[in-house]
């Protein structure tokens, strides 16, 4: 059964008991647009303090707009954001005081070397910035003091990022596509920084990544974007769990360019010409009901769906799902 | 934020140096060309340069920080975008200041000094073009496109400025005022970049602060220029209380002074005719560059003032009456005195004489080209209506020019050169030294057409016999700073009166040809009598302000710097003057003004007082004006 929970406007509107901390990040009904063209629109989300959620979706679904107007650099278009309790428009660049931010194209002051950018980093976070704590990353990460900018590779900007942004010892890090063209020994070694970030009390960390792999490793939380439809939220385990993987054997040949008939919230992994793999996050009669006056059935055989697999099924573009 | 603004030092340094450079090469090799002849380009001035730096240094402040991504790194810093902005703008005016500097210490090693007086133009430019530069920087990323951007964008903010001051007929009253008035869309120009900046993205949106600010500024330019225009007209009819005297000019009997004074809407500037016995005359017309008098003095051309087209007016002396006049587009040219109205005798090209009539507002033009077999260098006229041109063939003189009729030219028409063959002109060919060849830079030849100064490379005068070719050298300025050398100023003979400028000299010819005498515009004076030879005035320390001139019977001389010399005495006479006298009225008058802590008070007379120079003692006062 599905036991995901979809954000509503008015779940959103209910009032928490005032003894509890905010939420790090909080958005409800967030809308932004281009021109006539919506790029997400009526988002409901939340990160909990001490969270690592997920931010997740296909290409192109928006989720670099979100975090660009989760972090006030952006506008909204409709709705409201807040960031440990307060409108991060309003508070422009000092959002950037709780919020380390580390974006999808990494960029760097080019011309500076990495001791010359800490500099700058540090003088302008001030008292905040905890050298030492950048150092240790730093010989971790095996970032040369005296390397210029210009000529780190992918994954030398993103570790560097990561340390300048974790040494500025902030409440909340938003992380745009981190691990995205880096090698598996540099993922490693950024994922540990993360986990090991987010393990210190009340820090949260939002993530955004089409790399399941690293949310099933260090995510406890996901929203999953849509076409078209409301956003998910929850634990991933719960998102795992709520679809459901079944192979459908057949008694005869589907015919080539036969259509499927499948219940909403249902799509066809793979398909042979005498048995189907169909994801579901629907309940398991309804799909058998609708398989059974379409295909000559053999038989239906459940399985736990990946969390790859639960993702490919939450965010398939089906119009009119209510899953 | 010392780190950041030594980093912005650093980066923007790259885009700095070449242009400072530039600035010093071209001041090195403008010095070098001093003495030879006039440059082509004016790719030499180190204030085109400076120009140039401050439109790289406008676009160097951001675009090419965003192209790399600097931008974007720093706005997700709790850094402030104002602060990041000055921080910029603050490294871009420290490399701006240097470049000033520059350019302001290689002027004055090449020109021997500065003239901060003159050379505020300097200030004109740089601020709007690094505003340019700037709100390009905001658009595009490229620095290359930013710079070409920049152009356009200079001249929609000049357009959207100066557009409703240009289409109503108002010109900027002063230098001073063309640098409040540039102060305005230079400001406009960084505060919608600002706006742009703040808004960190590269969307149309950015421009759109840009875009409002253009409308807003036109809008301004609009009620400005009819705020002016209104002021101007109201007063139009006034003799305006308040003027101080300022240039005087004088032939025989007569002398012009021009009267300044500054109104919130701009400088005022009547004429003031002074003879004597008789009360001056204020020329009731708003505007009186280059005032000339006719060789009878009877007649008073005025030019400029009255708008950016070449409008003029006629005044007649005698009868107080002013006629309009279009002037058509002969600015720099030297008047043809002879005909029902006066004409203007210009080079359209080397090869091209152009002699236009001054018509009657609302007339058709009427111009004569005339195609010359040989290059002409320079060109002017003398007292008699004789033309004198000088170029690498030497020098000639065309007799009867104000004889010649002039066609009216059918508008839409072209007008052909007619060759000098077919004319009804006498040429004569004087013989002049071969080292003038090719270096002319301008030609004033005495009323008699006696004696012809020429202007050769950017500071060497020489003076000549023009009959015989015989050559007055001339005595070095002791004290004089170099001469001053400004390529992008092409005419050199363009200022406040024509026929007594000559480079950075003013000249007056003496009475009857007897000489002449030449001031320096940085002090340090000499004169010529033929008969006694070259005399040689200390030079003043004293603000070079009026023009000089010569009594009428040619025994004294009065310099621009207010000095009166008898002609036969090495040391100037003190006078019991109030204030510095202006000019000759006469053979031992002297206009001066009477009241030296206020302004002149026009309509109650008493302003201008007579002093016998040979005793130095107030004689007079002078009646009121009309």
């Known amino acids: ?36 063209n919506w790029v997400i629109r009526d988002l409901n989300l939340e990160v909990p303090p001490g969270s690592i959620t997920a931010l997740l979706g296909r290409n192109g679904i928006g ?134 970030f987010a393990a210190e009390e009340g820090q949260a960390v939002l993530l955004s990544t089409h790399m399941i792999e690293d949310v099933a490793r260090i995510c406890d939380r996901a929203v999953i974007l849509r076409t078209g439809r409301p956003a998910l939220t929850g634990e991933t385990d719960q998102l795992r769990a709520s679809v459901q993987r079944y192979l459908v054997r057949l008694t005869g040949v589907l015919p080539t360019g036969c259509q499927v008939p499948l219940p909403h919230g249902a799509v066809i992994l793979e398909r042979d010409p005498r048995a189907l793999t169909i994801l579901s996050s629907g309940a398991p009669e309804h799909l058998e009901a609708a398989l059974d006056q379409a295909l000559p059935l053999a038989g239906i055989e459940r399985q736990p769906a990946s969390l790859k697999e639960a993702f490919t099924c939450l965010s398939a573009a089906v119009p009119g799902d209510e899953a | 934020m010392r780190a950041l603004l030594l980093r912005e030092l650093r980066r923007q340094g ?46 160097a402040t951001v675009a090419p920080d965003r192209g790399s991504g600097g931008h974007a790194f720093l706005r997700r810093l709790p850094l402030s975008l104002h602060k990041a902005f000055f921080v910029r703008v603050g490294a871009a005016s420290l490399w701006l200041a240097l470049g000033l500097t520059t350019t302001l210490v290689v002027l004055a090693l090449r020109d021997g000094g500065l003239n901060l007086r003159e050379d505020h133009a300097l200030a004109l430019g740089w601020p709007l073009a690094f505003g340019c530069g700037l709100v390009a920087s905001t658009v595009t990323t490229r620095p290359l496109t930013a710079i070409g951007l920049s152009l356009p964008i200079l001249g929609l903010l000049v357009t959207a ?308 070719g015989k050559e007055h050298a001339l005595p070095a300025l002791a004290g004089t700073a170099r001469p001053r050398f400004v390529p992008a100023r092409r005419s050199l003979l363009r200022n406040v009166d024509q026929r007594v400028l000559l480079g950075p000299y003013r000249v007056a010819f003496g009475p009857g040809e007897r000489g002449v005498v030449v001031e320096h515009r940085l002090g340090g004076a000499f004169w010529l009598d033929r008969e006694r030879g070259w005399t040689r005035a200390a030079a003043s320390s004293e603000t070079f302000g009026g023009l000089p001139s010569w009594a009428s019977d040619g025994h ?42 206020s302004g002149l008070e026009v309509p109650t007379a008493q302003f201008l007082t007579i002093f016998d120079p040979s005793t130095g003692t107030k004689t007079f006062p002078f009646g009121g004006a009309k």
């Open chain 2, 556 to 597: 004294a001389v009065l310099l621009g710097s207010g000095q009166v010399w008898l002609a036969d005495e090495a040391a100037p006479r003190p006078l019991n003057a109030d204030t510095p006298p202006l000019a000759w009225l006469g053979a031992t008058q002297l206009v001066a003004n009477g009241r030296s802590a």
């Open chain 2, 14 to 59: 790259v885009y700095a140096l070449g242009p400072t450079l530039a600035i010093l090469i071209a001041g090195r090799v403008s010095r070098g060309l001093e003495g030879s002849t006039r440059p082509a380009l004016d790719v030499f001035a180190p204030e085109l340069w400076l120009l140039l730096l401050a439109t790289v240094l406008g676009v």
């Open chain 2, 161 to 468: 400025f100066f557009g409703p001051l240009i289409a109503t007929g108002l010109r900027p009253p002063g230098a001073s005022s063309v640098v409040a008035l540039i102060a305005v869309p230079a400001l406009v120009a960084i505060c919608a970049a600002f706006l742009a900046f703040q808004r960190g993205r590269l969307h149309l949106e950015s421009i759109r602060p840009f875009a409002i600010s253009t409308v807003a500024l036109t809008g301004l330019g609009l009620v400005a220029s009819g705020g002016i225009g209104l002021a101007r007209t109201a007063h139009q009819s006034l003799v305006v209380p308040g003027l101080h005297p300022a240039i005087a000019t004088t032939s025989g009997e007569t002398a012009l002074v021009i009267l300044n004074g500054s109104r919130w809407y701009g400088r005022e500037q009547r004429v003031l005719v002074v003879r004597p016995g008789s009360a001056p005359i204020a020329i009731p017309r708003y505007g009186a560059r280059s005032p000339q008098l006719s060789p009878d003095g009877r007649q008073v051309l005025i030019r400029g003032e009255l708008g950016w087209s070449q409008v003029g007016a006629l005044f007649d002396v005698e009868s107080g009456t002013l006629r309009d006049l279009d002037l058509g587009h002969s600015d720099a040219a030297d008047v043809l005195w002879g005909g029902e109205s006066p004409a203007l005798v210009s080079l359209g090209t080397a090869t091209a004489l152009r002699i236009e009539a001054a018509v009657d507002v609302g007339q058709p033009r009427r111009l004569l080209t005339i195609a010359l077999s040989e290059e002409a260098r320079s060109v002017s006229v003398d007292a008699r209506g004789r033309i004198y041109l000088l170029g690498p063939g030497g020098l000639r003189r065309l007799s009867g020019a104000a004889r010649l009729e002039i066609p009216v030219v059918e508008p839409g028409t072209k007008v052909f050169p007619v060759a000098l063959s077919g004319l009804a002109l006498e040429e004569e060919r004087f013989s002049i030294p071969a080292a003038l060849a090719g270096g002319v830079r301008g030609l004033r030849v005495s009323p008699g057409g006696e004696l012809a100064l020429v202007l050769e490379g950017p500071a060497r005068l020489c003076l000549f016999e023009v009959e015989t």
């Open chain 1, 1 to 36: 059964m599905i036991t995901l929970k979809r954000a509503t406007a008015q779940e959103a509107c209910v009032d928490e008991p005032s003894e509890q901390p905010p939420n790090a990040i909080q958005a409800e009904g967030l809308g932004r647009r281009f021109g006539r």
């Open chain 1, 63 to 196: 989720k670099s707009t979100t975090i660009q107007v989760l972090l006030g650099l952006l506008p909204a278009s409709e709705g409201t954001v807040r960031i440990l309790g307060q409108d991060p428009v309003k508070l422009g660049p000092k959002v950037f005081q709780d919020v380390g931010y580390v974006s999808e194209k990494r960029e760097l002051l080019e011309d500076q070397s990495v001791s010359g950018l800490t500099r700058i980093v540090a003088e302008i976070y001030g008292q905040r910035f905890d050298t030492d704590r950048f150092e240790e990353l730093r010989k971790r990460f095996e970032l040369a003091p005296k390397a210029r900018c210009k000529t780190l590779s992918k994954g030398q900007r993103a570790r560097l990022l990561l340390a300048l942004a974790i040494a500025a010892r902030p409440k909340i890090l938003v992380l745009d596509e981190p691990t995205s063209g880096l090698d598996v020994v540099v993922r490693d070694d950024f994922l540990g920084g993360i986990a090991e």
